[in-house]
C-alpha cells in the first residue's frame, strides 16, 4: 500500500514562504500522480495542485495560481509544493494524496484519490 508523509508545515507571517514535501513509499512513484489539497477549520477540503506521472504539467487552483510552485523529484520519491506570498487565508491543514493515472482536467475532486497523508499544519499569520 502506498504511503505519503507530508512535512514543511509551520507559521509564517503574511508575504512570506514555506516548501511543502510529500514523500512517497510503498509503491513504484513514478506511476501515479500526487494532489496537494487543504482543509481550514470549517471548511470542506480543496484541492490546490496535482502533479502528473505522465508528464502531462500540473494544474492549480486559481486561489494559488501565480504563488505557489508544484514539482516532482522522481529519484527521491517525493513531491514539493512551494508557496510564496502566502496570505491569512492560506491558513490550513495541507495533504498530499495519489490517484491513478495522471491529473485530467477534473483533477479536484477528493474521491478521485486513494492514498492520503496525515496532514501537515499551515498558519500564516502575523
Known amino acids: 500500500q502506498l504511503r505519503l508523509v507530508e512535512s514543511g508545515g509551520g507559521l509564517v507571517q503574511p508575504g512570506g514562504s514555506l516548501r511543502l514535501s510529500c514523500e512517497v513509499s510503498g509503491a513504484t512513484f513514478n506511476y501515479y500522480t500526487i494532489g496537494w489539497f487543504r482543509q481550514a477549520p470549517g471548511k470542506e477540503r480543496e484541492g490546490v495542485s496535482c502533479?502528473?506521472?505522465?508528464?502531462?504539467?500540473?494544474k492549480y487552483a486559481d486561489s494559488v495560481q501565480g504563488r505557489f510552485t508544484t514539482s516532482r523529484d522522481n529519484a527521491a520519491n517525493t513531491v514539493y509544493l512551494q508557496m510564496n506570498n502566502l496570505k491569512p487565508e492560506d491558513t490550513a491543514v495541507y495533504y498530499c494524496?495519489?490517484?491513478?493515472?495522471?491529473?485530467?482536467?477534473?483533477?479536484?475532486?477528493?474521491?478521485?484519490?486513494?492514498?492520503w497523508g496525515q496532514g501537515t499544519q499551515v498558519t500564516v499569520s502575523s
Open positions: 494524496a495519489a490517484k491513478l493515472p495522471r491529473c485530467g482536467n477534473s483533477w479536484y475532486p477528493t474521491n478521485l484519490y486513494d492514498d
Open positions: 502533479a502528473s506521472s505522465r508528464g502531462e504539467g500540473t
